[in-house]
């Protein structure tokens, strides 16, 4: 939730994150401009570490060829306790793969979309997400608006229509 929160302050509101309830939608402003639509996420956790991955379906930004074959992943994990450190240190990485942006374009001009991707998009991805991991350091997470990890939730049911806002 926090990164979704991040993207809209970031882009100062043009970008918004609607909640379906098995997706994340990024829009520019309202439906029907989804630049990307996420699938339900999937979550790994253990005691010193946590993912989530979330599989890109469709969208403006998204090759046809490359509809449901990418993924989003965030993952947290901190080193073993030391009990003589006063903090507690993480580590916090993202990964894109598997994503084939439409602007890249196919066939012949897919040596000049690529230029073009690499020049715009890919670098505006590189430069948000920095400062997303940098703004982490404030330790100030949103709480989730689906709530699938809260505590006595059944992690096979879907949430409610109050929990999803």
């Not at 990418?70 to 947290?76: D, E, I, K, M, T």
């Not at 994990?77 to 602007?103: G, I, N, Q």
């Amino acid at each position: 939730r926090t990164y979704w929160a991040f993207l809209t302050r970031f882009f100062l509101g043009l970008l918004r994150v609607k909640y379906g309830p098995a997706s994340r939608e990024v829009v520019l402003l309202a439906r029907p401009f989804v630049l990307l639509r996420f699938g339900e996420p999937e979550y790994e956790i253990e005691a010193d570490r946590g993912i989530v991955t979330w599989p890109i379906e469709s969208g403006l930004l998204v090759a046809p060829a490359g509809r449901g074959r990418g993924y989003l992943r965030l993952s947290v994990s901190r080193p073993p306790a030391d009990d003589a450190a006063p903090d507690v240190t993480a580590k916090v990485s993202s990964e894109v793969v598997s994503f084939y942006p439409l602007l890249a374009g196919w066939g012949w001009f897919s040596r000049i979309g690529r230029f073009i991707y690499e020049q715009t998009q890919l670098r505006l991805h590189v430069l948000v997400t920095h400062a997303f991991l940098r703004s982490l350091a404030n330790l100030e997470l949103e709480p989730s608006v689906v709530g699938a990890l809260r505590p006595g939730r059944d992690p096979g049911s879907r949430p409610t229509p109050a929990a999803r806002r």
